[in-house]
C-alpha cells in the first residue's frame, strides 16, 4: 500500500497485491484520489510507483478492477477490458488487465 500526502492529509492511495496466490500475477487495488485533487497527475504517479513494485514487476498479468469513472484513465495507463468483456461484472465494477 502507497499513500500520497500533502502535508499531514492523505490525498491519494493504491496497492498492489498477489492475484489470488498466483506468483505470475497481480492485482492493483483501492487506488484512490480525493476529488480535489484529481487531474493533477496523483493517479498516474500513483500507477507508476504501483508499476516499479516487486508485485508488479514478477507478474505477467496484473489485473485492475475499475469503476466506471475510472475505466478511462486505467485505459489511458495501458490497461484493457479483460478477456474483452466491456460490461461491468456482478460487482458492478469493470475488470481491466495488463500483460507484461
Do not use: H
Not at 497485491?17 to 487506488?31: D, H, K, N, P, R
Not at 466506471?68 to 481491466?96: H, P, Q, S, W
Amino acid at each position: 500500500m502507497y499513500v500520497v500526502c500533502e502535508d499531514s492529509q492523505i490525498i491519494g492511495c493504491g496497492a498492489v497485491a498477489g492475484y489470488w496466490g498466483s506468483t505470475t500475477e497481480s492485482v492493483l487495488l483501492t487506488i484512490f484520489v480525493l476529488p480535489e485533487y484529481q487531474g493533477k497527475g496523483i493517479g498516474r504517479k500513483i500507477i507508476q510507483t504501483l508499476e516499479q513494485d516487486e508485485y508488479f514487476l514478477r507478474a505477467k498479468r496484473v489485473e485492475v478492477p475499475a469503476s466506471i469513472t475510472a475505466v478511462e484513465f486505467y485505459r489511458k495507463m495501458g490497461y484493457d477490458y479483460k478477456n474483452g468483456i466491456n460490461t461491468v461484472d456482478d460487482e458492478l465494477l469493470y475488470r481491466l488487465e495488463k500483460f507484461r
